[in-house]
């Protein structure tokens, strides 16, 4: 069964820091990852990584896509509070359906 | 151009009642998903519609219907509502059918209890 695992559930972290949000997954015929980032109710789109493009940067944000390990970082640098928010990554694969992980809250402290 | 809208935000149903819910997708988007969102359970695929046809769905039971008009905007359904059903309901659309590497638009949701 197609299967996608974030790490870690939650974390804590101050106005400055940086941070490595992980994705690991079990995907029949790997197609795409997206991240999404959801601060209220809407999840908003922020990178989609396929074989043919494996980085993604914009701002303080990037994402990288390892296809040997089977998994993604979403790395942001600088945090700051309005970062706070649950981070969603997602495997599209042979089904066409995107599979979602369970999110990683973030909480970015002043 | 409008994003996708969903109504209504928030329902407070009983159970046994049924609920329908709504989805008008982005102008010219073709392809409409619906998930479910619990905590700790993260986003469940629900259903998948193109064109008016069902071109995949999650492993919800039976009570769970959807469907998609001649305009593209989407209904879903909930019959014999049950406490677990409780949960912040999102419709996502798209060019096209997910498989393209087609990314989806999501709507602000639908907030469900059931009391």
């Known amino acids: 069964e197609d299967k996608v695992v974030q790490s870690p559930l939650s974390l804590v972290v101050h106005e400055g820091d940086t941070v490595t949000l992980n994705c690991s997954y079990e995907?029949?015929?790997?197609?795409?990852l997206l991240w999404y980032k959801q601060e209220k109710k809407a999840p908003t789109f922020l990178f989609m990584l396929?074989?043919?493009?494996i980085e993604k940067k914009s701002g303080r944000l990037s994402s990288i896509l390892d296809k040997k390990e089977l998994s993604s970082i979403l790395n942001i640098t600088a945090t700051q509070t309005g970062d706070s928010a649950i981070y969603l990554c997602?495997?599209?694969?042979?089904?066409?359906?995107?599979?979602f992980g369970t999110g990683t809250l973030l909480a970015v402290q002043p | 151009k409008a994003g996708v809208t969903q109504t209504p935000r928030y329902l407070i149903k009983t159970r046994g009642q049924q609920v329908t819910l709504s989805c008008s997708p982005i102008?010219?988007?073709?392809?409409v998903s619906w998930y479910q969102q619990t905590p700790g359970q993260g986003l469940q695929f629900l259903f998948e519609?193109?064109?008016?046809?069902?071109?995949n769905k999650g492993n919800f039971p039976g009570r769970f219907s959807g469907r998609q008009f001649s305009n593209s905007r989407s209904e879903m359904n909930v019959s014999t509502l049950e406490l677990g059903d409780s949960a912040l309901y999102l419709c996502a659309s798209s060019l096209a059918v997910r498989g393209s590497g087609e990314k989806l638009f999501f709507g602000s949701g639908t907030q469900l209890s059931v009391l």
């Open positions: 519609y193109f064109s008016e046809t069902q071109r």
């Open positions: 396929t074989s043919s493009g």
């Open positions: 995907v029949t015929n790997f197609r795409s």
């Open positions: 102008s010219g988007h073709r392809s």
């Open positions: 997602a495997v599209g694969g042979a089904t066409n359906k995107l599979i």
